[in-house]
């Protein structure tokens, strides 16, 4: 089976043409000399989510197809309880897409090559006057480990169906890489975004002040990941998340025998040591994931963890793997966080399979 872990095949080019049925309202254009922009924290309300039904045969295989078809659909359904929902499918998927995913969401014809919104899709972000803007960061295949002649295309797409601003980033990186708290302060790894498969050449000095222009940062907090490992080379959404401003949930394996072990006591370490844009000690908050799943049993790229939710209007989704005991201690500590929220946990297994997980098959459009 061909994965999103796999790094030794690649997948084929799916789809074919591309429409925008109804939802465009303005077309996208090019930004010169924009204005000051923010990314909202994820937190904030949202104007939609998108995501994309670009499961196919080649990348997944015949038997995990339809799992990973029905995963996609649940979370689809499940986010559109809470707010607006829109799903990108090939043209001859329309059909399929609405089978899986219900009648409440919207569907939108494109041409795909996977499911990864939250990487391939635009990084919306809004200025002081409340225009949206959508960030391309020139979506590369996670660095050449998988063909995406179809998904480069999708930030472009989803800005202009968006009709937001587009915004050609400068640097090449993914929005699982991203996660702010909407007043300044990011956490990024150096892994993904400082790596010669993305950004050959580039500085962290560099780096820093373009991602501090285009996503309203006054500091960046550095988590060094892991390089070569997955595919996403340490995508910050596996391992700390905002809450809110000052609070950070944070991914421990406690397995002595997995790589990420010590990974994630040295992000834990950094962040518990870490300020943010206002001055303040972060209250960091472990997450230990799972010790048994039910679909990770043979499958050393199975994604088990509890820290790649995804936040949503009035609720947040979240994910479960078959491990009682280690579920409801992540749903009750992040219950404790947000009271406020409704938890809903769901079987994501296939889709965890791959080497994903909610955060990384939706994308928020910020209200």
């Known amino acids: 089976?061909?994965?999103?872990?796999?790094?030794?095949?690649?997948?084929?080019?799916a789809g074919s043409g591309l429409a925008l049925p109804g939802l465009l309202s303005l077309p996208a254009q090019a930004a010169t000399n924009p204005p000051p922009w923010l990314m909202p924290d994820e937190g904030a309300k949202h104007k939609r989510t998108w995501m994309a039904f670009g499961a196919s045969r080649t990348v997944w295989g015949?038997?995990?197809?339809?799992?990973?078809?029905?995963?996609?659909?649940?979370?689809?359904?499940?986010?559109?309880?809470?707010?607006?929902?829109?799903?990108?499918?090939?043209p001859g998927e329309l059909g399929l897409a609405r089978q899986y995913?219900?009648?409440?969401?919207?569907?939108?014809?494109?041409?795909?090559?996977?499911?990864?919104?939250?990487?391939?899709?635009c990084v919306f972000v809004k200025n002081p006057q409340g225009q949206a803007a959508g960030l391309d960061f020139g979506f590369n295949g996670w660095g050449g480990k998988q063909a995406c002649a179809q998904d480069k295309k999708v930030a472009a797409l989803t800005s202009a169906a968006a009709g937001a601003l587009a915004i050609k980033a400068g640097l090449i990186m993914e929005?699982?890489?991203?996660?702010?708290?909407?007043?300044?302060?990011?956490?990024l790894t150096e892994s993904c975004i400082?790596?010669?498969?993305?950004?050959?050449?580039?500085?962290?000095?560099?780096?820093?002040?373009?991602?501090?222009?285009?996503?309203?940062?006054?500091?960046?907090?550095?988590?060094?990941?892991?390089?070569?490992?997955d595919i996403t080379d340490a995508h910050t959404d596996f391992y700390a998340r905002f809450i809110r401003p000052g609070v950070v949930v944070a991914h421990y394996d406690s397995d002595p025998y997995s790589y990420d072990h010590a990974v994630t006591k040295k992000h834990l370490n950094l962040l518990r040591a870490a300020q943010d844009a206002q001055g303040r000690l972060l209250d960091v908050i472990p997450l230990t994931g799972p010790t048994q799943t039910r679909g990770g049993r043979n499958n050393p790229d199975f994604a088990a963890g509890y820290i790649n939710f995804y936040l949503v209007n009035e609720g947040l989704i979240l994910p479960e793997f078959g491990d009682a005991r280690a579920d409801a201690i992540a749903r009750n500590i992040l219950q404790d966080l947000l009271?406020?929220?409704?938890?809903?946990?769901?079987?994501?297994?296939a889709?965890?399979?791959?080497?994903?997980g909610i955060h990384c098959v939706t994308q928020q459009e910020p209200a």
């Open 62 to 90: 015949s038997s995990l197809l339809p799992q990973v078809r029905a995963n996609l659909g649940l979370i689809a359904s499940t986010i559109a309880e809470f707010e607006p929902v829109t799903v990108l499918a090939r």
């Open 175 to 187: 929005g699982g890489a991203i996660e702010v708290d909407g007043q300044g302060t990011a956490i």
């Open 1 to 13: 089976m061909i994965t999103r872990r796999n790094f030794g095949q690649h997948l084929m080019a």
């Open 101 to 121: 995913c219900g009648s409440e969401v919207q569907l939108l014809s494109a041409a795909l090559d996977d499911v990864w919104m939250r990487d391939s899709g």
């Open 194 to 229: 400082l790596n010669s498969n993305r950004n050959p050449g580039i500085s962290k000095a560099t780096a820093e002040a373009r991602l501090m222009a285009l996503l309203g940062l006054q500091k960046i907090i550095w988590l060094p990941g892991i390089k070569g490992r």
């Open 351 to 356: 889709i965890a399979a791959g080497g994903g």
């Open 339 to 349: 009271p406020q929220r409704e938890i809903v946990q769901l079987n994501i297994d």
